[in-house]
C-alpha cells in the first residue's frame, strides 16, 4: 500500500524535514556504477564516509572523490578535495547533494554493508577495508653522512612530527542518593 503524498511543494519540503532519521539516510542512497551494478546485483545503496563517489553535475562535474562526511540532517555529502574559496581566501568543503553523485568504489569495512551485498571478509582487499590516510614514516634511524662528498647533508631535513594530545575520558557527575 503507498503513501499518499501532497502535490504541493510545502507540504513534501515539510516531510521531508519531519522524517525520521532511517527515512532521512534512506534519502541519501545513491545509484552504483554500471561496473558495480553488474559486480553486486544492487541499483543504489545508501552511502557510507569512505566510499568514493563521481559528480555528475555542477563545476566539479567528472571528478571522482572520497565521501569524508555524510550529513544526515541536511541531506548533504562532504567529499574530500571539493571546495570553495571563501570571500577572506580560506578554503571552505563544498555540501553537495546525493542526487549529484553516482558511486564507483565502495567501503566494505561495515559488516552490516558486506552482508546486503553477500561478500563475505575474506573477499575484501586490505585497502578497500579502512579508508587510509597518509601519515610520514616516522623517522627510526638518522641519514647516514658522506664524508668523502664535498657537500654535507643533514640528519632529518623534514618537520618534526607534533603528536596529537589525546582526550581525557570523562567522567559523569556524582548525583546525591537519597541517603545523603
Do not use: C
Request: cysteine-free; aromatic content about 2%; glycine content about 2%.
Amino acid at each position: 500500500m503507498s503513501k499518499s503524498t501532497s502535490e504541493q511543494p510545502r507540504k513534501q519540503r515539510r516531510t521531508q524535514f519531519r522524517a525520521a532519521s532511517f527515512e532521512r539516510h534512506r534519502q541519501l542512497t545513491v545509484s552504483l556504477s554500471r561496473d558495480l551494478r553488474g559486480k553486486y546485483h544492487r541499483r543504489a545503496l545508501p552511502l557510507r564516509k569512505g566510499d568514493t563517489v563521481r559528480i555528475i553535475s555542477g563545476s566539479f562535474k567528472g571528478r571522482e572523490e572520497r565521501v569524508s562526511k555524510v550529513d544526515v540532517g541536511t541531506l548533504h555529502v562532504t567529499l574530500d578535495n571539493v571546495t570553495i574559496k571563501k570571500v577572506d581566501q580560506k578554503l571552505k568543503p563544498l555540501p553537495i547533494r546525493s542526487n549529484h553523485l553516482i558511486l564507483t568504489r565502495l567501503n566494505l569495512a561495515d559488516p552490516w554493508r558486506r552482508r546486503i551485498l553477500n561478500v563475505s571478509a575474506a573477499e575484501v582487499a586490505p585497502e578497500s577495508e579502512t579508508p587510509t590516510t597518509e601519515t610520514p614514516a616516522p623517522a627510526t634511524e638518522p641519514a647516514e653522512t658522506d664524508t668523502d662528498s664535498d657537500t654535507e647533508s643533514t640528519a632529518d631535513d623534514s618537520e618534526p612530527v607534533t603528536e596529537t594530545p589525546v582526550p581525557r575520558p570523562r567522567t559523569p557527575k556524582a548525583t546525591p542518593t537519597e541517603d545523603e
